[in-house]
């Protein structure tokens, strides 16, 4: 079983007996048992991806609050489509680990560029849910635009799946309806639903956990 399974492998072990008394009392706060934190590109930079070790640290005040008017801000189902998996926290570090350097994946902020602009979780590029849903005003081209991030061609009046990069999409957290969204219009354009992913913890409970938040990476 893999580091991110119940049981660490011999390696891990190895590993962790290796790291000093020093670190070890530094970082109290790991992500599992043996697991203390990753790495992910974000934009042209490299970024640690750890939990905050201010065992004081509170929430963001604006992801602390246990009520807002619904509609719009109403409970997002835990599926959120037939076919498509909802996931984690543990399960997102995979994908970042193991999807985003091999470019196999894309970490998908939904929300609008308000938003984004924030903060984002480390290795995510913005394609706002506004950007893919016809009914919501989306255009051809924006529809285009953003398909081709994710490695869909056009061919005549359809579009080729066949190259389509797995997806994990999330938005601000199991109140909102941005990402939910936005995996439904993928599957109406004929995104296949076995290559999307669905984070519905979204930034709320990325920032309960204590993981980073950073700055929107500069596009080349």
Known sequence: MNRWGKAGSKLGILLLLSVSCVVVAEERVGITKDLQSIRVQHGKEWVEVLRNQDETHQIDENFAKTSRPCPPFCIQPMAVAPGVESVGELELLQFMEQKLPAGAGVLVDA????????????????????????????DQFSIEFSLQQFGVLPRGEYWDFIQAKELLIWCNGPWCGQSPTAIRALLVLGYPADKIKYYRGGMQMWQLMGLPVVLPAKRS
Do not use: Q
Not at 111 to 137: F, Q
């Open 111 to 138: 929300r609008t560029p308000d938003w984004h602009s924030k903060g984002t979780i480390p290795g995510s590029v913005n394609v706002p849910y506004t950007d893919l849903d016809v009914e919501l005003g989306a």
